[in-house]
């Protein structure tokens, strides 16, 4: 009952309804609800303070910021948003605000990415079959999915793809610059349900066996050391969860690793098989997706029993 009441209070004020209100649709940095609600920082973050407190939202950390999130298991504060009346000036007016920062965000992110060249859709930069991939990718992954964790998530778009088969979903990146692309996109497609966070895959901020499911689409040839980025993502699967990788296959590209930075001119199985078996994952089965460049997914599963290869 003390949990409960701490919720109810915490919830009983009308700046900090505004404030689950808008943390509901999306993540916002206390500097963007600063401006959203024309109100203090010092006044904001005592009630940001107050509801992370009481277990209504999550603070994440990122850099010299924290990204504030309706908790996922704040079914009482859902509850209460649910009976706010859509049409509530305030409420509608803090809608607009937050639209138009989004906006705003995405638009500087859009122009840092054109600015410094970096090509964030790497599948249509290598004019690889997108359509194809993402079939194949979504065929690897079970109907229904927990929580899933997408690793190298960019600017979100596999998260939003599969947003309607996840009860959970979280993405992490490097890059700022493409986070504040995923956040926006999540937040103006009502995903409250999935998160976005900066993170080295080497060393994620996730405590162990947390995840049903974690991708890794077009990371691992970036990656200086992939069997220790492969260990990290299996210390954060559950037991019998699924790890989908998709990659290219060996070739010979050797402008891609200057021009497009890549580590790897592509993997073979027994490599991913053997980075694989040292993280205590069974290689289940694998596809090719023919195009410019063959590009292969591998499914692996976090068992101990040998688990033959098959195609799908």
Known sequence: MDSLLTQLRAAAEPTRLRLLALCARGAWCVSDLVAILGQSQPRLSRHLKLLVEAGLLVRTPEGANAWFQLAPEADLARQVLARLPEDDPMLAADRRAAARLAAERARVASEAFRRHGADWDEVRALGLPDAAIAAALDA????RIGKLLDIGCGTGGLLERLAGRIEEGLGVDASRDMLALARTRLAE???SHIAVR???MYRLPIADSVFDAVTLQMVLHYAEDPAVALAEAARVLKPGGIMVIVDLAPHQRGDLLG???????GFDDAGIAGWLGATGCVPARSATVEGPLPVRIWVAERKTRSVSVLTF
Not at 259 to 265: D, L, Q
């Open 189 to 191: 497609r009502g995903l």
């Open 259 to 265: 021009a497009h930075a890549h580590r790897w001119p």
């Open 198 to 200: 900066q993170a080295d």
């Open 140 to 143: 690897a992954l079970p109907a």
